[in-house]
């Protein structure tokens, strides 16, 4: 069977092709990716009608590539797959709308995935796929959530932020140094260079005895800093950058052995764009080490939005018998959607 995803949640257009080959895990055919992250850093963040537009003039070309690359003809296809929220709302119709258009021309079936699901799957595309039950540690620019996983499509929510994500966290702390957007990737580089011990950062609900996280005070705290270092601040970047990337990781971290710890769980799957974080990878590396547990990541560059986590979700939710795709092409898209509520 051969499913199309199309991602379009945010700022990247993303399209792959997985084909699940008899009883196996579906796998990677061919995928593509267009992000518009140069488009929106004039304004340092997302703009959604820009970012709605540019999926338009993005999706079809991106899905001619993907099915050039494997060789297969839009008739081929057996069912088209598309992030059906959350995400900005007139962002994900660009993709629900192609979909669902493509479905009707064809006569072939659609599926609506959510895209923490997507991010959730992601490792399973990769050569060191996890076996159920695993904690999964979703961090991404909206999301920061501890989840028992136990099946596709079994997910027991353990913990999320209260205010912002670990992503937001990042972007905040790096505008506020003037490391432009999206501003994680830029701090972790910049945090390479400079001492993580030189600024007593808080750590925010370390010790609260749950699993829930809050980053908007971290921020404050970073800003705080900022002001008090002045003109002192350009030399002392690096520095407040390693303080701040250390506080944020120092949390996850403890917080995702706290819930291998309580669950009894001895894998835990690390996805969502700041699961790219070098020092969040080897922080979780070692102290999983030490327990003899294992941790999982999607391939790097599918850390981040990409199409082949929404084409394997679909393709994983349809093997499972959780979900079947439609012919109905009316389609509507979630902006705001729990994972709890799948
Ligand atoms: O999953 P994702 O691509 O989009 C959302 O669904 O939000 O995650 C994007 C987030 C952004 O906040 C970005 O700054 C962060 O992931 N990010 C990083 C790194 N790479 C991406 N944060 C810290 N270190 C990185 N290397
Ligand atoms: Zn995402």
Same mark, same amino acid.
Request: neutral net charge; proline residues 5%.
């Given at each position: 069977?051969?499913?199309?995803?199309?991602?379009?949640?945010?700022?990247?257009?993303?399209?792959?092709?997985?084909?699940?080959?008899?009883?196996?895990?579906?796998?990677?055919?061919?995928? *593509?990716?267009?992000?518009?992250? /140069?488009?929106?850093? !004039?304004?340092?963040?997302?703009?959604?009608?820009?970012?709605?537009?540019?999926?338009?003039?993005?999706?079809?070309?991106?899905?001619? +590539?993907?099915?050039?690359?494997?060789?297969?003809?839009?008739?081929? #296809?057996?069912?088209?797959?598309?992030?059906?929220?959350?995400?900005? !709302?007139? %962002?994900?119709?660009?993709?629900? @709308?192609?979909?669902?258009? #493509?479905?009707?021309?064809?006569?072939?079936?659609?599926?609506?995935?959510?895209?923490?699901?997507?991010?959730?799957?992601?490792?399973?595309?990769?050569?060191?796929?996890?076996?159920?039950?695993?904690?999964?540690?979703?961090?991404?620019? @909206?999301?920061?959530?501890?989840?028992?996983?136990? @099946?596709?499509?079994?997910?027991?929510?353990?913990?999320?932020?209260?205010?912002?994500?670990?992503?937001? %966290?990042?972007?905040?702390?790096?505008?506020?140094?003037? #490391?432009?957007?999206?501003?994680?990737?830029?701090?972790?580089?910049?945090? /390479?260079? @400079?001492?993580?011990?030189?600024?007593?950062?808080?750590?925010?609900?370390?010790?609260?005895?749950?699993?829930?996280?809050?980053?908007?005070?971290?921020?404050? *705290?970073?800003?705080?800093?900022?002001?008090?270092?002045?003109?002192?601040?350009?030399?002392?970047?690096?520095?407040?950058?390693?303080?701040?990337?250390? !506080?944020?990781?120092?949390?996850?971290?403890?917080?995702?052995?706290? !819930?291998?710890?309580?669950?009894?769980?001895?894998?835990?799957?690390? +996805?969502?764009?700041?699961?790219?974080?070098?020092?969040?990878?080897?922080?979780?590396?070692?102290?999983?080490?030490?327990?003899?547990?294992?941790?999982?990541?999607?391939?790097?560059?599918?850390?981040?939005?990409?199409?082949?986590?929404?084409?394997? *979700?679909?393709?994983?939710?349809?093997?499972?018998?959780?979900?079947? %795709?439609?012919?109905?092409?009316?389609?509507?898209?979630?902006?705001?959607?729990? #994972?709890?509520?799948?």
């Amino acid at each position: 069977m051969r499913v199309l995803g199309i991602e379009s949640s945010c700022d990247e257009t993303g399209v792959a092709l997985v084909e699940t080959l008899g009883g196996g895990l579906p796998v990677l055919r061919a995928d *593509a990716l267009h992000s518009q992250i /140069e488009m929106h850093q !004039a304004y340092g963040g997302v703009v959604p009608e820009l970012a709605s537009r540019d999926h338009i003039r993005r999706v079809l070309p991106l899905t001619e +590539a993907v099915l050039a690359r494997a060789g297969v003809t839009v008739g081929e #296809l057996d069912v088209i797959a598309y992030t059906r929220g959350p995400g900005l !709302a007139g %962002a994900l119709l660009v993709g629900a @709308g192609i979909a669902c258009a #493509l479905g009707a021309a064809l006569g072939k079936p659609v599926l609506g995935v959510h895209h923490l699901e997507g991010h959730l799957l992601s490792p399973f595309l990769g050569s060191d796929p996890p076996e159920f039950p695993f904690i999964a540690l979703l961090v991404s620019g @909206g999301h920061t959530q501890l989840m028992r996983v136990d @099946g596709v499509g079994r997910y027991l929510l353990l913990g999320e932020t209260i205010d912002d994500a670990a992503g937001e %966290a990042f972007d905040k702390s790096a505008k506020l140094m003037g #490391l432009g957007y999206p501003g994680g990737p830029a701090l972790a580089r910049l945090a /390479e260079q @400079g001492d993580a011990k030189a600024f007593k950062l808080p750590r925010p609900l370390m010790h609260s005895g749950d699993l829930d996280f809050s980053f908007a005070g971290l921020k404050t *705290a970073v800003l705080t800093q900022a002001k008090k270092l002045g003109a002192e601040l350009e030399p002392r970047k690096a520095d407040l950058a390693a303080s701040t990337q250390a !506080a944020i990781v120092e949390v996850l971290v403890h917080k995702s052995l706290g !819930a291998l710890d309580r669950s009894g769980l001895r894998r835990l799957v690390v +996805a969502g764009g700041v699961g790219a974080n070098k020092a969040l990878r080897a922080a979780l590396e070692a102290g999983c080490a030490r327990r003899n547990w294992r941790v999982h990541y999607p391939e790097l560059r599918l850390c981040t939005d990409n199409g082949a986590m929404i084409a394997m *979700a679909a393709a994983m939710r349809l093997a499972a018998g959780v979900q079947e %795709a439609t012919t109905t092409y009316a389609f509507d898209v979630k902006p705001r959607w729990p #994972l709890g509520e799948l």
